[in-house]
């Protein structure tokens, strides 16, 4: 594994004819869409931080996917988070536009969700992640403790970092 250290403006079409490719890492590029890889079916981690992408793109292909980053975009969309495979361990979408999150119950296998610098008024409801050991919800506009309770009572409580909110008991 060598990595390639680019900055600017890059075609990243060519990636398409990976098959075999694991981990794919683009940042600091100017690009405002995912490069396609449907030939990448092997792929276990993607980060695409520093981009102008609104959306999370379809990552249905993926099913080996374990790890996403999307860190400092203007992801605001969350409706293709559905498309990630149920086996994800970790979700990186901290320094977004993310007000809410919708159901993510499929993700039994998730350690690690992180969504600081985000738009969250309120701690999600994540009682069902039962691999959860670590959520980072820090610097959002969350105001009240709701749903911590449901954190606590889980099997094992993940790490919650709830630090620069402007929580009121």
């Known amino acids: 594994y060598t990595p390639i250290n680019y900055s600017g403006s890059i075609n990243i079409g060519n990636l398409n004819n990976l098959p075999n490719l694991k981990s794919v890492q683009l940042n600091k590029l100017n690009a405002t869409s995912f490069p396609t890889l449907k030939e990448s079916k092997q792929l276990t981690s993607i980060v695409f931080s520093e981009k102008q992408l609104n959306t999370i793109p379809n990552l249905s292909n993926f099913i080996n996917l ?3 980053n999307f860190e400092s975009n203007n992801i605001r969309d969350l409706s293709n988070l559905n ?4 086996n994800l361990e970790t979700l ?3 320094k977004n536009q993310i007000s809410s999150l919708p159901n993510m119950n499929q993700f039994t296998k998730l350690q690690s969700l992180v969504l600081y610098t985000n738009n969250l008024s309120e701690i999600p409801d994540l009682s069902k992640l039962i691999s959860l050991n670590k959520l980072d919800i820090s610097n959002n506009n969350i105001h009240t403790y709701k ?15 709830l630090q620069r909110n402007t929580l009121t008991a």
Do not use: F, H, Q
């Not at 889980?154 to 919650?160: G, L, N």
């Open 66 to 68: 374990k790890s996403v």
């Open 92 to 94: 990186a979408l901290g």
């Open 83 to 86: 498309t990630i495979s149920p």
């Open 147 to 161: 749903n911590l309770d449901k954190l606590n009572e889980m099997a094992t409580p993940p790490s919650v970092v």
